[in-house]
């Protein structure tokens, strides 16, 4: 076992006791002091040693481990890993999959500045209880075997009453039931397309499509998006060069941007989808957290020519992976076989829970609520980024993201990684960026970012660039 002499912290530091601890012992290991196969010591013995708790020693090693510096193995340790290297613990590639699976570790940052979801208190956790225990004994019972593969049929009429309050006619059996939208973006790309087909998508737009799409066997042409919607000229010529069969937009508080398309916009873009025979996947899962009146491009289209794609993550909770697709029946009848085909149904119990929520008198006074907090947010949250020296690209209407970036140009990636070190996650635009290009912006999302210590580092950095 390795001896290693206490490691001194202070608490004073900006830096956490974990990246304290973590870059000491990662500096041993580099130099050689502690050597490749020695076994670490004791998270009990390394917390006393240290005098700090078991679970800052845990979080510390996992640490190490995600770095690839150790190695668990299981109740015997962690034992060094790898020879000494120059790159110091906390530097990372900060790309899509990072994002995608460091923001939900346990040892992740403690400021999410950058994720993609709402904070445990807007989550709707007091009615997911009322409905759980609202479930009588045998009905749960039901609820644990399969469901009907279009899913659950109430939810999926309560979806069409939602869907015609904002204009936009269909029948239930228009529409299927998904493990979130995530799985209804896959369905519907996977039955409207071959391998090898290009899809159109949005430059910057959402990061986890991209990987998705390529896993799919599938080229990814973009189109840029601007303040008001896809460019209508270049979703023009990306036809002409490349004949795609389906674009994917997002019409209501764009992910990253925090923009909605206008009506003007919208209508250019089915113009030319119609000219082109293009069918277009509207990605509109904020939908519930627009602003009074904003129309959608399903509105003005119809799901002849638009699959409109929905999720109760944002307005309930993510964990009940709950999400539908919306479309013309041959379509849907499409989606269906080919979700029988990979997950065979969704969760009758999660939906039964949506279902209960949705039914009840609670959930419109809820949403109305959740816009007002932030509409609040994002005033509060763009008026300190400003005043810390950043710059919006757009002041945002409602929703969860801002969009923002310093007065001078950066080394983004080194910023992210920097602020890793002060337990701050940053999402930095190339991530949102089908090929990774290099982007000098930052998505912040509005109900995590409202923190003295992120404004302090972006104030900080921002001095160092004058």
Not at 188 to 198: E, H, I, K, M, P
Request: proline fraction near 6%; glycine fraction near 8%.
């Amino acid at each position: 076992m390795a001896h290693l002499p206490p490691v001194q912290t202070d608490r004073a530091s900006p830096i956490p006791l974990v990246g304290q601890i973590g870059e000491d012992i990662a500096q041993r290991i580099r130099t050689g002091v502690i050597r490749r196969g020695e076994r670490l010591p004791s998270i009990r013995r390394m917390a006393r040693d240290c005098g700090v708790s078991t679970l800052t020693i845990a979080n510390t090693y996992l640490r190490l481990a995600a770095a690839g510096l150790v190695e668990s193995r299981g109740t015997r340790g962690y034992f060094v890993t790898t020879p000494p290297r120059t790159a110091p613990l906390i530097q990372r590639s900060i790309d899509s999959m990072w994002l995608l699976q460091h923001a939900y570790e346990d040892e992740a940052p403690v400021i999410k500045a950058g994720c993609g979801w709402l904070p445990p208190d807007m989550l709707f956790a007091s009615a997911t209880r009322r409905a759980l225990a609202a479930i009588p004994a045998a009905r749960l019972t039901a609820m644990l075997e399969y469901g009907n593969p279009y899913g659950h049929a109430g939810l999926r009429h309560n979806i069409r009453q939602m869907l015609a309050r904002r204009d936009v006619a269909c029948e239930d059996s228009n529409i299927i039931m998904t493990h979130g939208a995530s799985q209804a973006l896959e369905l519907a790309v996977r039955c409207l397309s071959t391998r090898g087909d290009t899809i159109l998508v949005e430059d910057p737009g959402y990061c986890n499509l991209y990987p998705a799409l390529q896993a799919l066997g599938l080229q990814i042409a973009s189109v840029p998006r601007l303040p008001d919607g896809p460019c209508p000229h270049e979703l023009e010529r990306m036809l002409r060069q490349h004949r795609p069969r389906l674009f994917i937009t997002t019409s209501i508080l764009h992910n990253p941007t925090g923009t909605c398309s206008t009506t003007q916009n919208m209508r250019q873009i089915l113009r030319i989808a119609r000219q082109h025979d293009l069918t277009i996947i509207e990605d509109d899962i904020f939908l519930d957290l627009a602003p009074q009146g904003q129309q959608t491009l399903s509105q003005l289209g119809g799901l002849e020519q638009v699959i409109h794609i929905g999720s109760f993550s944002k307005t309930i909770g993510p964990g009940l992976r709950v999400g539908y697709v919306a479309c013309a029946a041959p379509t849907a009848q499409r989606i269906l076989r080919q979700k029988m085909a990979s997950n065979l149904t969704t969760a009758p119990l999660n939906e039964e829970i949506v279902h209960t929520i949705v039914s009840s008198g609670l959930y419109r006074p809820h949403l109305a609520n959740l816009r007002e907090n932030l509409t609040r947010a994002q005033t509060q949250v763009c008026a300190r980024l400003e005043q810390a020296g950043m710059r919006l690209y757009f002041h945002p209407l409602g929703g969860m993201f801002a969009w923002a970036r310093f007065g001078h140009d950066m080394d983004v990636r080194a910023l992210a990684e920097r602020a890793c070190q002060h337990d701050i996650m940053l999402a930095p635009g190339h991530l949102f960026r089908p090929g990774s290009q290099p982007s000098q912006w930052f998505r912040f999302n509005v109900t995590h970012a409202d923190d003295r210590r992120l404004f302090a580092f972006i104030k900080n950095t921002a001095r160092r660039m004058e």
